[in-house]
Nanobody, 127 residues
Framework: QVQLVESGGGLVQAGDSLRLSCTTS????????MGWFRQAPGKEREFLTC????????YYVDSVKGRFTISRDNAKNTVYLQMNSLKPEDPAVYYC????????????????????WGQGTQVTVSS
């Protein structure tokens, strides 16, 4: 059984940083393309960033480009989301997602492409 467990959310002030972690279990981590999404109250789930299965290519939505960084540690079966310069518009529940990818060179921005999801971690930003 595949499980994704996020951690690292919390309450911070605008301009602060947080690092979210997502640890997977149940399948070889390197078989996944990974992504981060968020969902604010009353809004649809929003794509933020992702890795290809190979980990060599990343993609960011414009709203977080230059502020957020995705990284992965295959030895720890963990993907990270480093969030810097947090803004009042960033509060949401943040989710990691995993896709069992047959190709190493594709990344996935559509939430419907992903096979597994974590439970989410809340990020709150005070202004």
């Amino acid at each position: 059984q595949v499980q994704l467990v996020e951690s690292g959310g919390g309450l911070v002030q605008a301009g602060d940083s947080l690092r979210l972690s997502c640890t997977t279990s149940g399948r070889t981590f390197s078989s996944y393309a990974m992504g981060w999404f968020r969902q604010a109250p009353g809004k649809e789930r929003e794509f933020l960033t992702c890795f290809t299965k190979s980990g060599t290519t990343t993609y960011y939505v414009d709203s977080v480009k230059g502020r957020f960084t995705i990284s992965r540690d295959n030895a720890k079966n963990t993907v990270y989301l480093q969030m810097n310069s947090l803004k009042p518009e960033d509060p949401a529940v943040y989710y990691c997602a995993a896709k069992i990818a047959s190709r190493s060179d594709l990344y996935y921005t559509d939430s419907r492409s992903y096979d597994y999801w974590g439970q989410g971690t809340q990020v709150t930003v005070s202004s």
